[in-house]
């Protein structure tokens, strides 16, 4: 990947910048072809979304003037290789009425800050946690 930093121009980066492109496994978007998926030499890992690209799509947004696109971007970048269920669990658990208490939220941002490395995502949940009791967003008890 060049130093220079990415612009608007850039955009999209699949067209303007192919040669930054590339796969979770090193391949590059020459090598992603229909013969290539049914031999086998491309799988379902060449096909998904790799954290260097969703950083790299944040770089344009910010260049595009857009900062909260970029911070979506980056907090993506930082999801993708956090299991399924581990997102699922922490979704549910940012739906209002859902969680129990401010802990259960200070818990997930925990763990995906320390076991996933997930520091602007879990930043993001803990912000939430601290809406979520000035708003009376935990479960109720009856």
């Known amino acids: 990947m060049s130093d220079k930093p990415l612009s608007v121009a850039d955009y ?42 969703l950083r790299q799509q944040a770089e344009v947004a910010k260049a595009a003037g857009r900062p909260t696109l970029a911070a979506n971007f980056e907090r993506g970048a930082e999801l993708v290789d956090v299991p399924q269920d581990v997102i699922m669990r922490t979704y549910e658990l940012l739906r209002p009425g859902r969680a129990g208490s401010k802990d259960e939220l200070l818990a997930a941002a925990k763990e995906l800050r320390e076991v996933y490395g ?15 009791e000035r708003r009376s967003l935990y479960k109720k008890r009856y």
């Open 118 to 132: 997930a520091n602007g995502v879990a930043a993001f949940i803990e912000e939430a946690a601290d809406v979520y």
């Open 12 to 53: 999209p980066l699949a067209e303007r910048r192919p040669d930054i492109v590339e796969t979770k496994t090193g391949r590059t978007l020459d090598d992603i072809s229909l013969d290539a998926v049914l031999t086998d030499k491309v799988g379902l890992e060449d096909l998904r979304i790799t954290g260097r690209a």
